[in-house]
């Protein structure tokens, strides 16, 4: 594990776990970030799955922390490879809670449409794949709302909801730092790339509250932003926030004219492609991940209008 020291008193914790769960990396593992900041209140930012979870706390212990001081793991949504990890984190360290925002809350307290909704896109092999998916006592978990404040380390940090990537999604804003732990609320990041990806996500990626989300992120004019997996400390963070909303607009813009000219999804891809890299062979994996969440947004909102 991939250890640097981002802030006094916050890690950034690089791990690797085999798997490329949203479809950004063609080769290689796909890395996590997750975040330990020290202090009287220690917590675990986006902890990631079980299998994430066993091995950062082998790495605190080799750092000189003792893991059992931890007192709140906050995932920044419900997806198994952000919050997978919190029933086994609770279990294991006898003083943390797990903090989820109240739409998020009752998915994290029965497991099973977790289970079955991970089931369903990873096969079988899920829990290979992410480890032990277990739900978290009541009485561990702590439900927070857009504002709810938090002393994470020694500082304030605040709850800010940023739904569209999941509907539970929350950025947690350090105010000391202006620094925003911003999951996938802003995109998704490839290191070497300027431009990021659309928080998108299958099935339910939300168009329009993404682009809110990110509009949210903007007012609160952070100095960096810490988004998750790439485990990348934005030095322009107005950059990045103009970058991906102009994104999530230009490529629902393809999306929504393939769909009313009747385009197969494949025609749409390779439109989206074009829009990303001018030179259409020269993309380095699929985008029909991207294509597919969006269609399924606007197939929602035609079933909606039409009262179907
Ligand atoms: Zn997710
Ligand atoms: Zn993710």
Redesign the pocket.
């Known amino acids: 594990m991939d250890v640097e020291e981002v802030f006094p008193g916050v890690f950034e914790m690089r791990t690797t776990y085999g798997r490329d769960?949203?479809g950004l990396f063609t080769e290689g593992a796909f890395p996590h970030a997750v975040w330990f900041v020290a202090g009287p209140t220690p917590a675990l930012l986006d902890p990631g799955p079980t299998v994430v979870a066993e091995e950062t706390l082998e790495e605190l212990h080799k750092m000189g922390y003792d893991p059992n001081d931890i007192e709140y793991v906050v995932p920044s949504?419900i997806?198994v490879?952000?919050g997978g990890g919190c029933g086994w984190l609770v279990k294991e360290l006898p003083k943390a809670k797990a903090v989820i925002h109240s739409q998020g809350a009752p998915f994290m307290l029965d497991v099973s449409r977790l289970i079955a909704g991970t089931a369903a896109v990873f096969g079988d092999e899920w829990e290979d794949i992410f480890g032990d998916l277990s739900p978290v006592p009541a009485e561990r978990l702590l439900t927070v709302e857009d504002g709810s404040t938090l002393e994470l380390g020694c500082k304030t940090h605040r709850i800010v909801f940023m739904p569209g990537?999941?509907l539970d999604?929350i950025g947690v804003y350090d105010e000391t730092n202006q620094a925003l732990y911003c999951?996938?609320g802003l995109g998704n990041y490839k290191p070497e790339r300027f431009m990021p990806d659309p928080p998108m996500?299958l099935p339910y990626f939300d168009v329009e509250a993404s682009l809110a989300s990110i509009r949210r992120a903007r007012d609160l004019a952070p100095r960096y932003l810490l988004p998750v997996h790439s485990g990348f400390l934005a030095s322009n963070p107005g950059f990045a926030i103009d970058a991906v909303e102009r994104v999530t607009i230009a490529i629902g813009d393809i999306v929504k004219a393939g769909m009313e000219s009747g385009a197969t999804p494949e025609a749409i891809e390779d439109d989206v492609r074009t829009y990303m890299f001018a030179n259409p062979a020269k993309a380095d994996r699929s985008y029909m991940p991207v294509v597919r969440s969006y269609m399924a947004y606007y197939e929602r909102l035609q079933r909606r209008s039409s009262g179907a």
């Open positions: 769960t949203a949504h997806h490879d952000h990537h999941s999604h999951g996938h996500t």
